[in-house]
């Protein structure tokens, strides 16, 4: 079992920054690849930032250049910081993570999921 937190989120301006942490707790989350998927209301869940074991990271196209994923083994913490906001990155921002290999853009392959942060982006 593994249990993830996340923090870090907030309301802020179009431009701004934000860096979200998931704290994971039981199984060492190096044992994992972690995942950053958003929900917006009314909207599906959405991947955002992944990060395997051997630390390659993977980015929707719209996070490319903004967001950074990275990974803190000895703190079993993960991050996503996010700079130059947009208010379509606004929505509930959750941390997962995955045991076995597979596509790391899909919901359904991670097997443990954090309650999420808010994070809103006024324009």
């Known amino acids: 079992q593994v249990q993830l937190v996340e923090s870090g989120g907030g309301l802020v301006q179009a431009g701004d920054s934000l860096q979200l942490s998931c704290a994971a707790s039981?199984?060492?989350?190096?044992?994992?690849?972690m995942g950053w998927f958003r929900q917006a209301p009314g909207k599906e869940r959405e991947f955002v930032a992944a990060?395997?074991?051997?630390?390659?990271?993977y980015y929707k196209d719209s996070a490319k250049g903004r967001f950074t994923i990275s990974r803190d083994n000895a703190k079993n913490t993960v991050y996503l910081q996010m700079n130059s906001l947009k208010p379509e990155d606004t929505g509930v921002y959750f941390c997962?993570?995955?045991?076995?290999?597979?596509?790391?853009?899909?919901?359904?392959?991670?097997?443990?999921w954090g309650q999420g942060t808010q994070v809103t982006v006024s324009s």
């Open positions: 039981g199984r060492t989350s190096s044992n994992y690849a």
């Open positions: 990060i395997r074991i051997g630390g390659f990271t």
């Open positions: 997962a993570a995955r045991r076995y290999s597979g596509s790391v853009y899909v919901p359904s392959g991670y097997e443990y």
